[in-house]
């Protein structure tokens, strides 16, 4: 939905039309976008918006198809082309003007990969308007010159064609059993390194433990931070709530929250595991600080009071017209005495849960969301009145980590549990496996 502004001046024929708003989709509205873009202006006396004509552009959105690794396979464009069968008479020629007999998707690229992301030679074809590629890298074919011969990343350039980094690892203090220069563990098929950092949560095996570890920045110098309690616990001294104590945020969060106990759960074989939260928060002077932990730590995640939020929180896993990624924003709509579920359910999108209505064990699966419902205790994913972390809701966080761990050989395993992005596809529905990342 857009909204448009029409400014009619009093004193002179001039009229201006323009964009105004727009809102900003995902899988549900992302934000909102204010590009203040002008569409059209007239001195025309008699101009009416009823007498405009409008023009819409098709093809210049592009959308990639990737398989579980990330790989972009194909691109495909918002164009649907035509096509039009013979006539029934042999060797016809296609039939002008006549009824179409189907359309075929617009694919502008398109390629297959050696396992290391090498393309295929005679299996590629692709556009140099899109760029990506291989895990979802950045393609930089200006280097060599040659075209998928070089990717960029957040932190260093990758050669496809030798399976290594051109640059040391900027973690390599950490791992002194193998060379700075070697890409995903030179197992390209169950390991993926999307930007040369490592991940948050370790899957033991052998002793069948999975601890997960959570941190978020926050800026010190935010007053709010304080005065709405969500770093400090807050006493009143005059008004309503004179002489009580709020805890803070945080703290709730680790009494009530992921953090309060060690979970046993039951994974898809009927093994069990016990399962750990380790959730930290970690105070900077400056936003600047904050954004740069964050571009340092692809792993991290930020904490923020947002006093234009209307409601009580949110989790913003892209950057949006209203914050930035991985963020947990707290808004004007959150009521201090509360009991801090806010906070807990938005990080649990951080962990990569969904609503209670797409969580498999969830008494809410495949129905509402409970919004209203008084007549029990549900999973803090939920909107009941009632709600706490649920085992399912816990199963559900590591259970794709489970799978990605048993599927090498190493007894620890590290994955990447990246945070709620899509919860429309058919896989998600069941466990994000698709969306964590093995990394060590």
């Known amino acids: 939905m857009s909204t448009y502004t029409l400014t009619d001046n009093e004193t002179e024929t001039y009229k201006e039309l323009t964009l105004t708003e727009r809102s900003i989709y ?28 409008y023009n819409q552009v098709i093809g210049d959105k592009m959308y990639e198809l990737s398989n579980h690794l990330g790989n972009v396979l194909q691109v495909v464009t918002d164009r649907k082309l035509q096509v039009q069968l013979p006539d029934s008479e042999p060797g016809a020629e296609p039939l002008e003007g006549g009824v179409v007999d189907y359309y075929i998707a617009d694919v502008v690229s398109q390629s297959d990969y050696y396992p290391f992301g090498m393309m295929l030679p005679n299996r590629n074809d692709n556009t140099p308007e899109y760029r990506y590629g291989f895990n979802g890298m950045e393609k930089d074919d200006e280097v060599k010159e040659i075209a998928g ?69 926050y800026d010190t110098s935010d007053p709010n931070m304080k005065s709405q309690a969500i770093i400090e616990d807050r006493t009143f001294t005059s008004g309503y709530f004179a002489g009580e104590t709020f805890k803070a945020e945080v703290t709730k969060m680790a009494e009530s929250g992921f953090e309060k106990k060690d979970w046993i759960i039951t994974d898809d074989d009927g093994v069990e595991w016990t399962v750990s939260f380790d959730i930290g928060f970690i105070g900077l002077e400056t936003m600047e600080d904050v954004d740069k932990a964050l571009a340092d730590d692809p792993t991290a995640n930020k904490l923020v009071y947002d006093p234009t939020l209307a409601n009580a929180g949110e989790w913003r896993m892209k950057t949006t017209a209203n914050g930035g990624a991985r963020e947990l924003a707290l808004g004007a709509g959150r009521r201090q005495d509360q009991d801090g579920t806010t906070a807990i359910h ?28 008084d007549d029990g ?40 549990i990246t945070g709620f992005v899509d919860k429309r596809t058919e896989k998600f529905k069941e466990y994000p496996s698709t969306h964590d990342r093995i990394i060590e």
Do not use: C
Not at 30 to 53: I, R
Not at 206 to 214: D, F, G, L
Not at 385 to 396: I, L, P, S
């Open 346 to 373: 938005e990080g649990g999108h951080g962990l990569g849960l969904p609503h209670s209505n797409e969580i498999a064990g969830s008494p809410l699966y495949g129905k509402g969301n409970g919004l209203g419902l």
């Open 26 to 53: 995902g899988s549900s509205r992302l934000g909102l976008e204010s590009p203040e873009l002008m569409v059209l202006a007239s001195y025309d006396p008699e101009f009416d918006l009823e007498d405009m004509t």
């Open 377 to 416: 205790v549900y999973g803090i994913m939920s909107y009941a009145k009632q709600r706490e972390v649920k085992d399912y809701e816990v199963a559900f966080i590591v259970q794709g980590a489970i799978n990605l761990a048993n599927s090498v050989n190493d007894n620890v395993v590290k994955v990447h």
């Open 149 to 217: 011969s070089e990717y960029t990343t957040e932190y260093r350039q990758y050669d496809p064609r030798i399976g290594r980094w051109t640059s040391l690892d900027p973690h390599m203090s950490r791992y002194p059993n193998q060379s700075p220069y070697v890409a995903y563990n030179n197992n390209p098929i169950y390991f993926i390194d999307p930007n040369g950092a490592d991940g948050i949560a370790t899957v033991d095996k052998e002793n069948k433990t999975i601890t997960v570890k959570q941190k978020f920045y």
